[in-house]
C-alpha cells in the first residue's frame, strides 16, 4: 500500500491573507505524458484551499484578471469568462451557469515546517517539467 506523498507548492506566508495565488505545475496523464496542471491555492488564516485552475462551465481557466481569482468582496471565487460564483470552503458553484457544479478540488495540508503541500499527487519537479516543453 502505497502512503499518500506531500508535494510542498510554497510557505504559508507566500500567499496573503484572503487571496489566492494560482501555480502551474508539471503532472503525470494517465498515458505518462507530463502536463501542465494550472491549479490555484486560497488562504484564509491558517485554512488553505486549492482547487484546478478551470471553470466547470466552459473549462476555461477562472481568473478575471492574472492571478485575481475572489469577487469584489473577497468573499466568492469569481469565473473571469462568465461571472459564476463559487464557495470559497467547497468550490461549489452557487450563481451562475454552472450552478450545481463544482470546482474540482486538490488535496492539501500545512506541513510542520509551515509549508503548504498537495497530496497524494503524481508530480514532476519543475525542472523535469521546464526541460519538456519546447518538446517537437
Known amino acids: 500500500m502505497m502512503s499518500a506523498e506531500l508535494f510542498a507548492v510554497c510557505a504559508l506566508e507566500d ?4 487571496r489566492a495565488v ?5 503532472r503525470r496523464n494517465e498515458t505518462g505524458d507530463v502536463v501542465p496542471w494550472p491549479i490555484f491555492i486560497l488562504r484564509w488564516g491558517r485554512n488553505v484551499r486549492a ?6 462551465h466552459r473549462d476555461t481557466h ?3 484578471d492574472r ?5 469584489a468582496d473577497g468573499t466568492r471565487i469569481q469565473c473571469g469568462k462568465h461571472g459564476a460564483l463559487f464557495d470559497l470552503g ?3 458553484c ?3 451557469p454552472c450552478l450545481g457544479k463544482g470546482l474540482t478540488p486538490v488535496d492539501v495540508t500545512i506541513d510542520a ?5 498537495l497530496i497524494g499527487v503524481d508530480l514532476v519537479e519543475e525542472d523535469d517539467f521546464d526541460s519538456g516543453q519546447g518538446a517537437e
Open 94 to 96: 452557487v450563481d451562475g
Open 51 to 56: 482547487y484546478e485552475n478551470r471553470c466547470p
Open 22 to 26: 494560482p501555480y502551474v505545475l508539471g
Open 113 to 117: 515546517e509551515g509549508d503548504i503541500c
Open 15 to 18: 500567499i496573503p491573507n484572503r
Open 62 to 64: 477562472l481568473d478575471w
Open 90 to 92: 467547497t468550490g461549489q
Open 67 to 71: 492571478g485575481e481569482f475572489l469577487d
